[in-house]
């Protein structure tokens, strides 16, 4: 089903003159790979090694990057824009799915092939976010920007007050949440790590953990780009995130100094360049991922977690990425994606099923009164502002509740009763 789906996408990047997921993968064991996740995955196939393994992996890993480092300087082949490591990464990986398909049998066999396919997939789901994007700008030339910028006009505009905040203490705030924006996978594959800590000594993995949450959310979350497409304050109302680049085609050079006026919203054409990816807010979700998969760690990284998720969301507001509603939905989103997948896990009880129809309704009913009541969100913020926070609260109260009956109780030990004997 992975394969078919990466295929299909191969298809349609080629469509457009660009290469798609598997020929980016093909390309990245020879040429200098694009910026990703390839030693993140690695990472992630080394959780079924023991220590002695890890060991020569990781500097096979590096050995092998060194050498295509010196053979690309003496060609003066091109390095990405810098970057010229992972190579190594990605020939160890496949090295092993050799190895485990060779050299390993039964239950080892296995959970080495499950390792292999876990950071395979990691990187292949950086692959296929791009070609996602790519589509998402070929076939919506136009936006839905109004509709949403509009409707923010309930939340008070959080995009415009958080960018001016970010624009008064630059450059110190910019380069903390660049940092934190851009590392995002790098956050996640540490939680993913603690998850796993223990699979090469159980010789089997969690029944659930972040890459799952973070894998599904990178799959499902482009589809509603393709039924919502929005490009994000900075590029619709401001220069683009470059500095000039969306100047031509934004509708007034506005973010973050004033807010753009309450109009009746309609389609507005744009390039087909900038992608179409703001609702929902994907970064925002992934944020909410690591934060509830991290509440299990220790305090580090439980304050990590927390950490991660305030930076995200001051990151996606004060850079202009995304619109206060994006958040509001990419929280909704990441929290039924996160129910369905712990029901999937322990069993389609009751209240997880509330809760994904739930989640799934209050998530439908945010997009429809984005596209269909703009103009009555703005008009009336404050009754529509704390309804799209209460909606937003229920779903969070809810997880939580149902996460919480889920626990295990642990019922103390009877003491048995003392007998007296009878004199």
């Known amino acids: 089903m992975a394969l078919g789906f990466l295929i299909t996408l191969e298809i349609a990047a080629r469509r457009y003159g660009q290469p798609g997921p598997i020929a980016n993968q093909v390309k990245a064991l020879i040429f200098a790979p694009k910026p990703g996740p390839l030693y993140g995955g690695m990472a992630l196939m080394m959780t079924v090694l023991p220590w002695r393994q890890r060991f020569i992996a990781a500097g096979a890993a590096i050995g092998i990057d060194l050498a295509f480092l010196l053979a690309r300087w003496a060609c003066d082949a091109k390095m990405n824009d810098g970057h010229s490591f992972g190579t190594g990464a990605l020939w160890v990986m496949l090295g092993y799915a050799v190895i485990a398909v060779t050299r390993r049998t039964g239950r080892e066999r296995v959970v080495l092939l499950k390792g292999v396919g876990l950071g395979l997939l990691l990187v292949a789901g950086r692959k296929t976010g791009d070609t996602w994007l790519l589509i998402t700008s070929k076939t919506r030339p136009a936006v839905l920007d109004q509709y949403v910028a509009t409707a923010d006009h309930a939340l008070g505009n959080p995009s415009w007050l958080v960018g001016r905040i970010v624009k008064a203490t630059s450059p110190i705030s910019t380069h903390l949440l660049h940092l934190v924006y851009g590392q995002l996978a790098a956050a996640a594959v540490v939680v993913a790590l603690y998850q796993l800590r223990n699979v090469a000594v159980e010789r089997r993995f969690p029944s659930h953990h972040l890459v799952r949450t973070f894998l599904v959310i990178g799959l499902l979350g482009p589809g509603v780009y393709m039924l919502f497409p929005v490009v994000g304050p900075v590029f619709a109302y401001g220069p683009g995130a470059s500095g000039t680049g969306g100047v031509h085609w934004a509708m007034a050079n506005l973010w973050p100094d004033m807010p753009p006026p309450i109009n009746t919203p309609h389609p507005i054409p744009y390039d087909e360049i900038t992608p179409r990816n703001c609702m929902p807010s994907l970064h925002t979700a992934w944020a909410v ?102 909606a937003m609260t229920s779903v969070v109260y809810g997880y939580a509740r149902t996460a919480k009956l889920r626990e295990p109780t642990v019922t103390p030990a009877r003491q048995p009763e003392l007998q007296l004997e009878s004199l």
């Open 289 to 390: 991922a690591i934060f509830v998969h991290s509440r299990g760690a220790p305090r580090v990284l439980r304050f990590a977690g927390t950490f991660w998720l305030i930076a995200t969301l001051a990151a996606t507001l004060g850079f202009g990425y995304h619109y206060g509603v994006d958040l509001v939905a990419g929280v909704v989103f990441a929290l039924t994606i996160e129910a369905a997948l712990r029901s999937l896990d322990r069993g389609w009880d009751r209240p997880g099923i509330q809760l994904v129809i739930y989640g799934a309704t209050v998530f439908a009913a945010l997009l429809v009164s984005y596209r269909w009541l703009p103009m009555e969100m703005a008009r009336n913020p404050g009754i529509f502002g704390p309804l799209l926070i209460l």
